[in-house]
T-cell receptor, first 113, second 115 residues
């Protein structure tokens, strides 16, 4: 089954404790992205990757890091989480053609206290 | 830069009625794609329908259709014969051809179907 898998689904952590949210896709997609969803703001792109070892900032990259060492994996790293990073996070992957939809992971609800 | 505007924060619709969710967009690019996603209370993002900027016909997928008016820069989603399971958050999004594969999202419309 074609899917994007994120882990964990839910996470409560404390300010400053490094964490990683994993994302893996089994569709051999070149493009992968991370978004965060906040009430009243829709989804905003954090980072994206056009292929292995190619990553770039999206609209709200501050406080986040990513890596793309393998095509299927695109982890999101919060080196020192802060309460303003409490949000719902989505990983997405897609093929290159513009007319293909992005496939989203199930979401990770992160709370930083 | 691209921008998506959804002006209806919430809508209540009687079951079996048709519903139109508004979406207007702004871009200087000539080649772009417009998407609608559904987000039920469980949180996942479900792709519904796609319209390309050069597509002459409005897209349809089952009970979903996209009313594309290019001159007005609008891409409204029409759901025919609404069902209780249609209650969800709906997001309009855009992707342009040149640039990163980013989807630019609107703020969403929460649709509630009343029995």
């Amino acid at each position: 089954e074609a899917q994007v898998t994120q882990n964990p689904r839910y996470l409560i952590t404390v300010t400053g404790k490094k964490l990683t949210v994993t994302c893996s896709q089994n569709m051999n997609h070149e493009y992968m992205s991370w978004y965060r969803q906040d009430p009243g703001l829709g989804l905003r792109q954090i980072y994206y990757s056009m292929n292995v070892e190619v990553t770039d900032k999206g609209d709200v990259p501050e406080g986040y890091k990513v890596s793309r060492k393998e095509k299927r994996n695109f982890p999101l790293i919060l080196e020192s989480p802060s309460p303003n990073q409490t949000s719902l996070y989505f990983c997405a992957s897609s093929l290159q053609p513009m007319n293909t939809e992005a496939f989203f992971g199930q979401g990770t609800r992160l709370t930083v206290v | 830069a691209q921008k998506i505007t959804q002006t209806q924060p919430g809508m209540f619709v009687q079951e079996k009625e048709a519903v139109t969710l508004d979406c207007t967009y702004d871009t200087s690019d000539q080649s772009y794609g417009l998407f609608w996603y559904k987000q039920p209370s469980s949180g996942e993002m479900i792709f519904l329908i796609y319209q390309g900027s050069y597509d002459e016909q409005n897209a349809t997928e089952g009970r979903y259709s996209l009313n594309f008016q290019k001159a007005r820069k609008s891409a409204n989603l029409v759901i025919s014969a609404s069902q209780l399971g249609d209650s969800a958050m709906y997001f309009c999004a855009m992707r342009v051809v040149f640039g990163n594969e980013k989807l630019t999202f609107g703020t969403g419309t929460r649709l509630t179907i009343i029995p």
